[in-house]
T-cell receptor, first 113, second 112 residues
């Protein structure tokens, strides 16, 4: 069983719409959660981090965390063609300290004109 | 503020050779992690260093090793290269545990 699961997509949304990306994780001791954006041929770029249940907003991005349901989501409002990329969900579940991110396989987002 | 710097950007090696990759973290970051990215396996954790000590290790064979220097710069070494080691190797740095990690541009390793 995969530890972090994402729908691989592609998820297609029209320009200006809200894109909703979802992620589930299996390890209940997970403490920190991150969303990265990766353009083709580039390295992952940090978009959001979230540590507590609820919503966290940053510009057009909102991360949502529900630890009881082991669910993390990313909403992108007013989607732009430049948002077309693969979005990676990452979870840090290290019990002994440190950073050991487990990544999902990513959801490919396509924003269409 | 400079980001994470990885060198070299590209490497072509032959099976059986060894390779050393270098990573300079963002100034002030003491946690340095290494990840391997392949189309089939995605992003997989190799190891993390903090204050010159390996703090966490992934499920890779002993051919993969690393170290961190007192200035937080890190190197990763792969010995006895195999074709399957062809991948994008990414370094990421952060302040400490649970802090967001920022990735470098990566080193693209091709083993022939």
């Amino acid at each position: 069983q995969k530890e972090v699961e994402q729908n691989s997509g592609p998820l297609s949304v029209p320009e200006g719409a809200i894109a909703s990306l979802n992620c589930t994780y299996s390890d209940r001791v997970s403490q920190s959660f991150f969303w990265y954006r990766q353009y083709s041929g580039k390295s992952p770029e940090l978009i959001m981090s979230i540590y507590s249940n609820g919503d966290k907003e940053d510009g057009r991005f909102t991360a949502q965390l529900n630890k009881a349901s082991q669910y993390v989501s990313l909403l992108i409002r007013d989607s732009q063609p430049s948002d077309s990329a693969t979005y990676l969900c990452a979870v840090n579940a290290v019990t002994g300290g440190g950073n050991k991110l487990t990544f999902g396989t990513g959801t490919q987002l396509k924003v269409e004109l | 503020k400079a980001g994470v710097t990885q060198t070299p950007r590209y490497l072509i090696k032959t099976r059986g050779q060894q390779v050393t990759l270098s990573c300079s973290p963002i100034s002030g970051h003491r946690s340095v992690s290494w990840y391997q990215q392949t189309p089939g396996q995605g992003l997989q954790f190799l190891f993390e260093y903090f204050s010159e000590t390996q703090r966490n290790k992934g499920n890779f064979p002993g051919r993969f090793s690393g170290r961190q220097f007192s200035n937080s710069r890190s190197e990763m070494n792969v010995s006895t290269l195999e074709l399957g080691d062809s991948a994008l190797y990414l370094c990421a740095s952060g302040w400490d545990q649970d802090s967001p990690l920022h990735f470098g541009n990566g080193t693209r390793l091709t083993v022939t």
